[in-house]
Structure formats: structure tokens, C-alpha cells
């Protein structure tokens, strides 16, 4: 069965600083990662997706994932962080040949000026 | 322009009253899904649909009901709602093409039962 592991519910950064937000999956397959943001009053939207092969997955607003087999992570980072990337991210995850969608409990990001 | 629409965005009902939710999208997807957002608990799946006539329960089905008549709708239905009940809920599609098409999502449904 799979399962996503986000660690830290809220994480606080500077403005201009680095944000990384960890995630670390479980399958017994190789998975399918994505990072969706939710920012208030709305709905998930996609940040960005893993394809097969690749180490760096780039996405909207600057934000990047680097897919790392071995440690069975998919962390999410931004150089430099933006007042308006205040929001809560989330990663999920899809087994292959399986449709279930699984997602971590989220972390929300705030921005300090 | 492609969207999922989810009606209402707030309400507040009683014990026992039923009630449902609805969800239409526009993108002509087959898979779709009911997911409940809870303060430390992330998005928890209810059910979802692989097609039309086809569903299937989620990690969180009990007190849900759900249906798929037609390919664009997916209702959610509470036939008593409880206070448990009382959550964020989010309905959402995709494409079945690819295992890694991203999920669309409605703009949520704040659901308050007293």
C-alpha cells in the first residue's frame, strides 16, 4: 500500500530565504509524485509532477522537486521565497496500475517579511 | 474554459437532514474522486469512479453515497448527516490516460452539520 510522509505541518521562512518541504513516499511500486498548493478559499491546484527518468521536476513559480530513489523522497524547494507563496502544499502520490490518488497531511508555508 | 464546479461552496444543515453535493466537469474525464480535507489530516479519498456505472469506496466511505449516471457528474450524497461530517470537501477529476495526469479540483464545499 502506499503512503506519503510530509514532515512538519508548518514551516516558517524569511522572505528571499530557502524553502524546502520534505516528502517522503512508500510504494512497492515505482510511483507517481506530485506537489499540489492550496492557497485559501481554493482548491488544489497542480505545482508540479515527477516523469519517470528524471531527478529534477521544475513546475510553476520557481519552485522545484528533486526525486531521489534511494531515500525514497520527493522534496520540494524554491530558491528564494515570495510573500505569495504563503499557502499549504501538499504531496501525493499514484501507484502505477493503481488510481488511487494518496496524499500527505500537507505543510503550510509562511512567509515572513 | 475547463474547470470542476462543486455546489455549494458553504452549508450548514442539521442532524439527520439529507443532503448533496454536486460536481461537474467539463474536461471529459473519466476518473473521478470525492476527497474531505481535515486540520491535520490532509485530503482523505471517499470514493471515485473509474467511469460511468463504476465506483468504488475510498479510505473514508462510511455515512457517503455517491453515484455516476453520466460521465461529466459525480453527486455526493449525506443521507444523515452527523457532526462528524462536518468538514471541507473537494471533488476532483482526471484523465485516465496517463498515471501521472494531475488531478483538477472543484474550489471545495465547507459542509457545517449541528
Known amino acids: 500500500a502506499q503512503s506519503v510522509t510530509q514532515l512538519g505541518s508548518h514551516v516558517s521562512v524569511s522572505e528571499g530565504a530557502l524553502v524546502l518541504l520534505r516528502c517522503n513516499y512508500s510504494s512497492s511500486v515505482p510511483p507517481y509524485l506530485f506537489w499540489y498548493v492550496q492557497y485559501p478559499n481554493q482548491g488544489l491546484q497542480l505545482l508540479l509532477k515527477y516523469t519517470t527518468g528524471a531527478t529534477l521536476v521544475k513546475g510553476i513559480n520557481g519552485f522545484e522537486a528533486e526525486f531521489k530513489k534511494s531515500e525514497t523522497s520527493f522534496h520540494l524547494t524554491k530558491p528564494s521565497a515570495h510573500m505569495s507563496d504563503a499557502a499549504e502544499y501538499f504531496c501525493a502520490v499514484t501507484e502505477g496500475g493503481y488510481q488511487k490518488v494518496t496524499f500527505g497531511t500537507g505543510t503550510k508555508l509562511q512567509v515572513i517579511p | 474554459e475547463a474547470q470542476v464546479t462543486q455546489n455549494p461552496r458553504y452549508l450548514i444543515t442539521v442532524t439527520g437532514k439529507k443532503l448533496t453535493v454536486t460536481c461537474s466537469q467539463n474536461?471529459?474525464?473519466?476518473?473521478m474522486s470525492w476527497y474531505r480535507q481535515d486540520p491535520g489530516l490532509g485530503l482523505r479519498q471517499i470514493y471515485y469512479?473509474?467511469?460511468?456505472?463504476?465506483?468504488d469506496k475510498g479510505d473514508v466511505p462510511e455515512g457517503y453515497k455517491v453515484s455516476r449516471k453520466e460521465k461529466r457528474n459525480f453527486p455526493l450524497i449525506l443521507e444523515s448527516p452527523s457532526p462528524n461530517q462536518t468538514s471541507l470537501y473537494f471533488c476532483a477529476s482526471r484523465s485516465r490516460g496517463s498515471y501521472n495526469s494531475p488531478l483538477h479540483f472543484g474550489n471545495g464545499t465547507r459542509l457545517t452539520v449541528t
Open positions: 474536461m471529459n474525464h473519466e476518473y
Open positions: 469512479s473509474m467511469n460511468v456505472e463504476v465506483t
